[in-house]
């Protein structure tokens, strides 16, 4: 999670137990606001939020917590929130540069001994501390790509070696993972066809999308029944669940609330408040309505940008363009969509707040109701 | 008591809240939910400030904070297969209902307001687990009360009508059964007759003057359901058979599905059924006995399938055709070879669309021609015993998932292809399933109008 360019976060959606999020007024945040932590000035380099809590690393090895769990602890290199667990990655007790993986209740306030730990083994071959792109990613996924941790026991749980894992995304009931070589692999449970292999059938054991094959990706990103990854090129791929437009594609449920703007020629921005006819599609008639798409959808954003990096929460979608912009879409029950409303979307639509204060987004962390968006004043 | 009844809006808003009111304890440490570790304790928390919320008087707060559990409990209910799904979140979800049904209600409103105060008790009875002595229940008894037939809130934008498949032709089809060996009838056989000749050996038979005399073959028709019972919401299957593309759930009130359509979970409409004694006969207790009730417009059709428990199927109004594959002849109608759609045959009611590879050297499949195969007409007041059910290792304890959400679509219980009896049939009008489960110590009553 270490990030190269000094910024500052924002957050914004869900923060009904407390959790730091922006002004820290209410029960949810509408708007991007500054992120007001306890501990001003502290340098942010991750952050990983879970329903009721979100877990924070700053650049000095300090992991704080804030919402439904509290306490702070030092000597962290990443931690990996959920509701059940946290997980956070220490320095090594002994010398050397191996580290310790150890599990907390998130109730403990990190004090007091982890529900687990483990010793684990460093990368193979690489120096510690902030890397390149091809260090091997963030937890869940451990630094040595051979194992990774899971909320539900069992905890730690190996990776086949030749999948030369570089980075893990875990959904509600799946997992995707991305390899050295840009492939993507899926698995779990597909009810949902958050597994993007056609069917609806689950994997026991990751399987290689084949509908990717050959496209080299750069970032995968897991909702909790969708999946998102990223191509090198900037392309979007987007499979899954769609019941709140997560997909960016035509959703009933929104039509039916008066919300979806599919087929509708409201007013279109090019901003990417609706497309006027989105990329290889003349709509006249009313698009079908997608409650499941099963294997992967090429995404246009508006204006043809190109995508760097990708979050998902439990039903919406982040993405930050290579010129700096935030797109999001889908579930925008409580503000985690950040279009100063509630409501939800089946389109892209750009986060205006961040065009007019003249910050670059560069880094977009999603919880399950919330963003927390990192961003640097523009040059 | 009410009050006024010249006034368009609720009459007596003070009195739906005190007969409301009366039905929730006293204390807020009375309405506390015993819940497993499953649970998170952030859930737990979230649920006591709900409480604490509603017996403050904080009605908006308590309503954002319902929101919250009610969001979360969801996303758990849409987590994993149905079966798996701990009991404890749907008793999370229902309590969400019933504290957001009673804010909704807590200030004088309009029928619009109780309206959405009943929609959210029906949510918690669909996908939730009782509580506190089926609360849920009551409560959309008083609202139910209180929504006086023409007092019901305008309708809103209808909802959008999709698209019916007709049959090709417009009129239903009365299928050519003569070569077919019929179903044996006989008039209320004694129990042990009946067990002895048709249950044990799984014999079909059709059960005459079974169900003639139950109160809802009187009572029901379209202007009494929608009296009792057109203000709930319940899901409504849309498309002419569940294998099609188009084929989706949603939910909706039984006026709107009645207005649009036409014309289970309702306790009044189970009141007038009665099980037969022939359903005695299996081990299993009289309250795992389960009444799902289906409405259909003429021309509705059943794939072929199978379900995990025996049946018993009556008609209550108009007639249905039915079709019966002995379980012997489970591969030769091509189960689908997918876990949703195992217990369902790729054969429509004349034939495979287009052949699978077939896994005996079989070309073509001519039911009638290859299969024993048996045929049943039931007109109203007849009930059909369909006694074949899986073996029991095959089947997991399945239940049918009442609704995920609108648009998605939903399967009848899977149980894996193994010795599949079937029935397809055309029908119209009001029939009851009956179903009997002797290994699983199970009998299910579902009533069926198609």
């Not at chain 2, 039915?322 to 489970?330: A, D, K, M, V």
């Amino acid at each position: 999670m270490a990030e190269e360019r000094p910024g500052s976060w924002f957050g914004f959606g869900f923060c009904g137990f407390g959790q730091a999020l922006g002004s820290g007024r209410g029960r949810q945040v509408l708007s991007p606001e500054p992120l007001r932590l306890p501990d001003a000035g502290t340098d942010i380099c991750g952050v990983s939020a879970a329903w009721s809590y979100t877990a924070f690393v700053s650049r000095a090895g300090r992991v704080l917590l804030s919402g439904s769990a509290g306490g702070a602890a030092d000597g962290c290199r990443d931690a990996w929130a959920s509701e059940t667990l946290l997980v956070v990655l220490r320095d090594g007790r002994g010398p050397g540069p191996g580290a310790e993986l150890q599990a907390w209740a998130p109730g403990s306030a990190l004090r007091g001994e982890p529900l687990w730990a483990q010793t684990v083994a460093p990368e193979a071959g690489r120096e510690d501390g902030a890397g390149g792109g091809t260090r091997a990613g963030p937890l869940p996924l451990l630094p040595c790509a051979r194992a990774y941790v899971s909320p539900r026991p069992p905890l730690y749980r190996p990776l086949a070696p030749e999948l030369r894992a570089r980075r893990l995304e875990l959904g509600a009931e799946h997992a995707l993972l991305l390899d050295e070589a840009g492939q993507v692999y899926s698995w779990g449970g597909g009810r949902h066809g958050q597994l993007g292999h056609g069917t609806l059938e689950a994997e026991l054991a990751p399987r290689l999308l084949e509908a990717l094959q050959g496209l080299r990706m750069a970032e995968v990103a897991a909702g909790g029944w969708h999946s998102v990854c990223v191509s090198e090129m900037g392309d979007i791929y987007i499979w899954g669940w769609n019941e709140s437009g997560q997909l960016a594609l035509p959703a009933r449920g929104l039509a039916e609330d008066g919300q979806t703007v599919a087929g509708e020629a409201t007013a279109l921005k090019e901003d990417g408040s609706g497309v006027k006819g989105p990329a290889g599609t003349e709509e006249g008639a009313a698009a079908p309505f997608i409650a499941v798409q099963p294997f992967p959808a090429l995404l246009d954003l508006p204006l043809g940008s190109d995508a760097v990096t990708a979050s998902c929460g439990s039903r919406h979608t982040a993405v930050v363009t290579r010129t700096g912009e935030l797109y999001t879409w889908g579930w925008g029950k409580y503000g985690q969509l950040g279009h100063q409303d509630t409501a939800s979307w089946d389109r892209p639509r750009r986060v205006q707040y961040f065009v007019d204060k003249r910050l670059q987004v560069t880094a977009v962390r999603c919880g399950p109701w919330n963003t927390y968006v990192r961003a640097v004043e523009q040059s | 008591m009410a009050e006024d009844s010249n006034r368009d809006a609720l009459a007596g808003p003070g009195a739906l809240w005190e007969a409301l009111r009366a039905l929730l304890p006293r204390t807020k440490e009375e309405l506390r939910l015993d819940l497993r570790a499953s649970v998170e304790g952030s859930v737990v928390v979230l649920l006591q400030q709900a409480a604490d919320l509603f017996y403050g008087g904080r009605r908006s707060e308590c309503l954002q904070a319902c929101e919250a559990v009610l969001d979360y409990s969801w996303e758990k209910l849409n987590t994993g297969l149905w079966q798996d799904v701990d009991k404890d979140w749907r008793r999370v979800y229902a309590f969400g209902c019933l504290l957001k049904a009673m804010c909704l209600c807590e200030a004088p409103g309009d029928s619009a307001t109780v309206a959405a105060a009943l929609r959210a008790c029906d949510m918690g009875l669909l996908m939730g687990a009782a509580i506190f002595d089926d609360i849920l229940i009551k409560v959309a008894a008083v609202l139910q009360a209180h929504l006086l037939p023409g007092k019901r809130p305008a309708q809103g934008p209808a909802p959008e009508q999709p698209r019916l498949k007709k049959a090709r032709n417009g009129h239903v089809s009365i299928p050519d059964m003569r070569s077919e060996k019929a179903v044996p009838r006989l008039h209320c056989p004694s129990l042990q007759h009946f067990r002895k000749h048709y249950l044990i050996p799984q014999t079909p038979v059709i059960l005459e003057g079974v169900a003639d005399h139950w109160p809802c073959m009187k009572k029901w028709s379209l202007e009494y359901i929608q009296e009792i019972a057109g203000c709930r919401t319940v899901p409504v299957e849309v498309g002419s058979r569940y294998t099609d593309e188009e084929w989706s759930q949603r939910l909706m009130t039984v006026s709107e599905f009645i207005s649009c359509y036409i014309l289970n979970e309702i306790p009044e409409l189970k009141q007038d059924i009665s099980i037969p004694d022939y359903c005695c006969l299996g081990d299993g207790e009289e309250e795992e006995i389960t009444i799902n009730a289906w409405f259909g417009p003429p021309g509705t059709v059943s794939p072929l399938h199978q379900d995990p428990q025996q049946n018993f199927l009556a008609q209550v109004l108009g007639r249905k055709y039915i079709r019966l594959y002995s379980p012997q002849e489970s591969e030769a109608v091509y189960p689908h070879d997918t876990h949703l759609l195992h217990n369902t045959s790729q054969v429509g009611p004349r034939g495979l669309a287009a052949p699978p590879p077939p896994p005996g050297g079989r070309t073509t499949l001519q039911p009638s021609s290859v299969l024993s195969l048996l045929r049943c007409d039931l007109p109203s007041g007849n009930c059909v015993v369909i006694p074949w059910a899986p073996s029991q290792e095959a089947v997991p304890k399945a239940r049918k998932r009442p609704l995920a959400t609108a648009g998605q679509p939903s399967c009848p219980p899977g149980a894996p292809a193994s010795q599949l009896p079937a029935h397809c049939s055309l029908g119209r009008g009001l029939d009851v399933r009956l179903s009997m489960y002797i290994y699983f110590v199970h009998i299910n009553v579902l009533v069926l109008f198609v």
